[in-house]
């Protein structure tokens, strides 16, 4: 694709910069080795398998794609459609190996391209294509990588016969169904037992989900596709886990599945022993449970209970070696998420935990904000005393893996990205090829109102004090996602935007994560009203800061949530904001999934107020500023239906707006397209502001 302005052609070449830099990183088990993921430079977008011996820090490459399979075209379309969805699930675009499974030790690795399945010998970087029944999706190795478990034809196989492991019963088969894997964050579906004597399966059975179809009026000669989707208030998929022995033998495990229709992780403890999270419809409940392979009894370990939702905290509920319980918990003045253990709370009010990576030196790994939520730090919080140890170090977003006595520690900083591993003493950086960020952004951080909100604003490089701006409000604000912080990737496109002639304004109003459970509760059965007054009080407020804020001229950009509050804001505010570009908005929730919406609305049966009043359908008639609606039509989560709807509504009221369809695009807008859109959107709002 061609792009015409040096930023966004550079951003396009380099994957939004991401090309060439390490990703999966997955360490052994004693900590001396690690695999991951990685093109060859900057502007390569085909991702290979590396191996990082940490006591020689000598480089190798395990599996290179254009070697294993030359002729293969990195199309999409090419791949099963399995491995298609789940790539958009993981919100993966780079041609080459998606992702792979290895060994504790790391000594083999499995992985698939385009259907075909492939077992290397990490040692020797030698690899074997494995015969399979079908195109092969999510490949995994038993405990000494003699046998693989892949999934083909909606059937788990195993490499060493010819008939699946699984019985044709008409379901689907050792895969994450929809609502897991992009809601819940549970991306699997088949688990091998340590004694490779048996898998853990997931069976879904979607025949109760109404269908969504996609086609490309580009090529009008090709059917349409069918896609199972979970609707707000309608059935989920019927979800089981069944332990499937290589002897033939099946069991089912028991719990109440009605009651507990989500499976929100599941995986082995030791041969004789499962644990599985499992959660309420609302989410309001969540157990871990105990499982017995060999009966499929269970029995509950852990209860969290909310009367909004239980917040995914990931790395719990969980159970560590010596038995305690460790879960997800308010602090007691309700200011901090935290963890407990054995229902001891274990951190403060100032600390927001976001993640429990693992152990490390006998104490917690976890990652946590303190004091200002732009930043997230890493530190070690000993299960005994609470003490906490911080381990990195300035502004930044800094995350972590961890095995062994090694640490891999990855800090994002206005300077820029950096990954350092901490092995034996030693201290060296992981190789990343990806090119340097064009810009150092400064941007200015404020927290506003008697809310505190965050907040920030970008001005164009050289700006001269005194000279008004236009107004770009730079939009998420939705649940689970955090906007502003400091990592420096999301600030280069805002700069570029100022760079254009804006200042760009970014707010995290209520109902986004990481500032405390009641900010992130308010928007609890109305989405819209918080939004809205939220980002509205912080405009004005920055604007007494920041004179050179020009309110008469506001524009507002946003996608998939953020294309909701686009549209919703010249909708329904026009006093505010004078032009809107939309991307992939959910014009009605009633249309959207079951996790996540029920999880903040409720069933739309219980609450339809709420539904009316965060629907953009009936607002149509009432739109008077220019709006541009943007949508993918082979987007399969926010579908396509969504935005023509708005649309049909605001034709037959007579309202003039701009609709831009892409044809055969996905809700990730990958190779070129999210720059192509973006130039579209700035010759919009320079034609709309002036």
């Not at 010249?570 to 032009?579: E, K, Q, S, Y």
């Not at 807008?669 to 192509?676: A, C, H, I, S």
């Amino acid at each position: 694709m061609t792009h015409t302005d040096p930023f966004l052609a550079l951003s396009a070449r380099t994957g939004r910069f991401s090309y060439g830099a390490p990703r999966a990183v997955t360490l052994a088990a004693d900590g001396s080795r690690l695999l991951f993921l990685r093109s060859t430079g900057s502007e390569d977008p085909v991702e290979r398998l590396w191996l990082l011996d940490l006591t020689t820090r000598q480089e190798h490459l395990v599996a290179d794609p254009a070697v294993l399979a030359p002729h293969r075209t990195g199309d999409p379309a090419d791949l099963p459609t399995l491995e298609r969805r789940l790539r958009e699930r993981l919100r993966l675009w780079a041609p080459g190996i998606g992702s792979f499974a290895a060994t504790a030790d790391l000594a083999v690795a499995v992985f698939a391209l385009d259907g075909r399945l492939f077992r290397t010998t990490v040692a020797t970087g030698s690899s074997t294509e494995l015969p399979v029944a079908g195109p092969a999706f999510d490949p995994r190795p038993n405990a000494d990588g003699s046998l693989v478990a892949y999934v083909t034809g909606g059937a788990l196989h195993l490499t060493d016969r010819a008939e699946p492991l699984s019985p044709a019963d008409g379901a689907v088969w050792g895969v994450a169904e929809f609502a897991a894997a992009e809601e819940l964050g549970r991306t699997r579906g088949h688990w091998w037992s340590p004694d490779g004597r048996a898998l853990l399966a997931a069976r879904i059975d979607e025949s109760a989900l109404p269908l969504r179809y996609f086609a490309d009026p580009a090529r009008p000669e090709l059917a349409a596709e069918s896609f199972a989707y979970p609707q707000a208030g309608g059935p989920n998929v019927d979800l089981q886990l069944w332990v499937l022995g290589l002897d033939g033998s099946r069991v089912r495990l028991a719990w109440d599945t009605a009651a507990f229709p989500y499976v929100c992780a599941a995986g082995w403890e030791g041969d004789g022993e499962l644990l599985l999270t499992v959660a309420d419809r609302l989410q309001q409940t969540v157990l871990l449970l105990s499982a017995d392979p060999a009966t499929g009894r269970t029995r509950e370990l852990s209860r969290t209970v909310d009367e909004f939702w239980v917040d995914d905290l990931p790395g719990t509920p969980a159970r560590l070696d010596d038995g305690r319980l460790l879960t997800a918990a308010d602090t007691p003045g309700g200011d901090a998420r935290g963890v407990a253990l054995d229902g001891k709370i274990l951190t403060d009010e100032r600390t927001q935990v976001r993640r429990v990576v693992g152990r490390l030196r006998g104490r917690l790994l976890i990652e946590a904000g303190q004091d200002d939520p732009a930043d997230q730090h890493v530190f070690l919080l000993d299960p005994d005393s609470g003490a906490l140890t911080r381990l990195s170090e300035g502004p930044g977003v800094h995350s972590a893996v961890a095995a062994g006595e090694t640490l891999l520690l990855t800090s994002a900083t206005p300077a820029g990205i950096e990954r350092r591993l901490h092995f034996q003493g030693a201290e060296f950086a992981l190789p990343d090829h990806a090119a340097a960020l064009p810009h150092q952004v400064t941007p200015q951080l404020a927290r506003v109102t008697e809310l505190g909100l965050p907040t920030a604003v970008v001005y164009p490089r050289g700006h001269v004090t005194g000279r008004q701006l236009p107004v770009l409000l730079d939009v998420y604000g939705g649940p689970g996602y955090q906007a502003v912080a400091n990592e420096p990737r999301r600030w280069q496109a805002r700069q570029w935007w100022a760079d254009q002639g804006f200042a760009v304004v970014t707010t995290d109003n209520r109902g986004t994560p990481f500032v405390s459970p009641s900010f992130s509760r308010a928007i609890f059965r109305r989405f819209s009203t918080v939004a809205l007054d939220d980002q509205i009080a912080a405009l004005h407020a920055l604007a007494d800061t920041h004179p050179d804020l020009d309110l008469t001229r506001v524009g507002v950009r946003g996608w998939s949530y953020g294309g909701y509050f686009a549209a919703l804001a010249v909708l329904r505010r026009p006093d505010v904001f004078h032009a809107a570009c939309a991307g992939a908005p959910p014009t009605d929730f009633r249309l959207y999934d079951t996790a996540y919406t029920e999880r903040y609305l409720g069933l739309p049966q219980d609450n339809p107020e709420g539904y009316a009043a965060d629907c953009l359908i009936p607002d149509a008639p009432s739109l008077t500023r220019p709006l541009l609606l943007i949508h993918g039509l082979a987007d399969d989560n926010v579908h396509p239906s969504h935005t023509l709807l708005l649309s049909q509504a605001l034709t037959r009221a007579g309202r003039p707006h701009s609709v831009l369809p892409l044809p055969a695009v996905s809700h990730m807008t990958p190779n070129g397209v999210n720059e192509l859109v973006t130039e579209a959107e700035l010759a919009f709002l320079r034609g709309s502001l002036g």
